[in-house]
């Protein structure tokens, strides 16, 4: 009964390829999230998604795409990989009350390798 | 001791010590406050919460404390465990997501 899921846990991949990664949350919240943790553990928001608006972090190339086919899920799309997207790749989501974001619920992550 | 090394700052502590986190935000408007336990090869875990209009909150072994006039929050594990050894992130909100900060990571020595 795993709250949020991510598929695949490792990925590894060669400059230039387009890959993509899977969340999926069964906690009915009604905003999702993804975010890059480089080497050194800083976390950092790349989007949040949710029914109303997508709010892309203006730092993140235009090669990284989230696509939600529903509520459920959120994934994201990556073209023309680069050796400085290595990075473990987190989703996670949470449920707003008012408007204002409260705990966010994070899966294992992915970590991707790109060669 | 608490010391910065070159990447996280790494606090070391021996268990059944008291430990005590500490984390500088930087917007004043935050309203809302997270700290997240990260245990290696796992995603953050949410420990605690404190809203701004609180100075105080406690839960189970863990107590967290906001002073907003200096924009400080700080985390304190009583009696802590090897199981507390890990990487943790307070976090800001002051409206629509969390900014994280850089992280501490707990070391716990039997």
């Known amino acids: 009964d795993t709250a949020v899921s991510q598929t695949p846990k490792y990925l590894v991949t060669q400059m230039g390829n387009d890959k993509s990664i899977k969340c999926e949350q069964n906690l009915g919240h009604d905003t999702m999230y993804w975010y890059k943790q480089d080497s050194k553990k800083f976390l950092k928001i790349m989007f949040s998604y949710n029914n109303k608006e997508l709010i892309i972090n203006e730092t993140v190339p235009n090669r990284f795409s989230p696509k939600s086919p529903d509520k459920a899920h959120l994934n994201l799309h990556i073209n023309s990989l680069e050796l400085g997207d290595s990075a473990v790749y987190f989703c996670?989501?949470?449920?707003?009350?008012?408007?204002?974001?409260?705990?966010?619920?994070f899966g294992p992550g992915t970590r991707l390798t790109v060669t | 001791g608490e010391s910065v090394g070159l990447h996280l700052p790494t606090l070391s502590v021996q268990e059944g010590d008291n430990s005590i986190i500490n984390c500088a935000y930087s917007?004043?408007?935050?309203?809302?406050f997270i700290w997240y336990k990260q245990e290696s090869g796992k995603g953050p875990q949410f420990i605690i919460d404190?809203?701004?209009?609180?100075d105080k909150r406690q839960g189970q072994r863990v107590t967290v404390l906001l002073n907003k006039t200096v924009k400080h929050l700080s985390l304190q594990i009583a009696a802590t465990q090897p199981g507390d050894s890990a990487v943790y992130f307070c976090?800001?909100?002051?409206?629509?997501?969390?900014?994280f900060g850089k992280g501490t990571m707990l070391l716990v020595s039997p």
């Open positions: 976090a800001e909100s002051g409206y629509s997501t969390l900014t």
């Open positions: 404190i809203r701004s209009n609180m």
């Open positions: 996670a989501s949470s449920q707003e009350t008012s408007g204002r974001p409260d705990e966010q619920y």
């Open positions: 917007n004043s408007a935050s309203d809302y």
